[in-house]
């Protein structure tokens, strides 16, 4: 016997996004093709890189508060955002629905530091190292978390994320990221695993992975995580 209560089903993630117009490519968190199952998307008009990273207002935490509630009345199992800046309203977006929320990336630092060894941190590749700050690590409680944070400043990289164009040079993007995270390592050989805050970061992970040879960590494998948690499967094989 089912029931309903909505017009669409299956889509078990639901993605606060800015308002944005870039291009997404496949691994970017606004790429549906990025996962191997549905999800559902709503744009918080007022949300865009300025007002996000540059004023962090609390005049946004109303908005995405809406656009929570709104996905999860839509039937989404968990809600998160396409932005790791967010992670200053993790625990006031978290109390205001019903269905879990993981608004950053960054939330996965806390639970990445217990596998290194002692002595090791956590890197931390951020679009504005400068702009994130302890209320970000606070709001996702890995403030008290050895890390070393860099950011992709003045980088081809960050000027198609954040100078409102509507084009992107894959390429540029992945030597700047790639050059980053090795600098990063060469710098500091302590750092033992990499988080990338920044949701447009995903499709060079494995090109980060590559040059640093060490676990790398985003929205995208925080989604994939959730996901598996909230609609669990039946195991299937013979004995």
């Known amino acids: 016997m ?106 996965q630092a806390k639970f990445v530091y217990p596998m290194l060894k002692a002595g090791q941190k956590i890197g931390i590749i951020t679009a504005n190292a400068a702009k994130l700050t302890g209320r970000h690590f606070e709001g996702v409680d890995i403030a008290g978390i050895p890390k070393v944070v860099v950011g992709t400043e003045d980088t081809d990289f960050s000027r198609t994320f954040t100078s409102g164009v509507h084009y992107l040079d894959e390429e540029k993007a992945r030597a700047d990221l790639t050059r980053i995270a090795g600098r990063l390592v060469k710098d500091h050989p302590e750092v033992g695993a990499i988080v990338l805050e920044c949701t447009n970061m995903p499709p060079y992970a494995a090109d980060i992975q590559q040059k640093t040879g060490l676990p790398v960590f985003d929205i995208v494998t925080l989604v994939n995580y959730v996901y598996s948690a909230v609609v669990r499967k039946r195991y299937q094989g013979y004995l």
């Open 2 to 107: 089912y029931y309903g209560n909505t017009t669409n089903y299956g889509q078990a993630i639901g993605i606060l996004m800015l308002n944005t117009g870039f291009p997404r490519i496949p691994g970017d968190i606004g790429n549906a093709t990025t996962f191997d199952f549905p999800v559902l998307y709503k744009v918080i008009s007022a949300a865009n890189a300025h007002t996000v990273v540059d004023e962090q207002g609390k005049d946004l935490l109303e908005p995405f508060i809406e656009g929570a509630r709104e996905l999860s009345a839509q039937g989404v199992r968990a809600v998160t955002t396409s932005c790791g800046f967010l992670a200053v309203f993790q625990k006031e977006l978290a109390a205001a629905v019903d269905v879990p929320v993981f608004a950053s990336s960054l939330i």
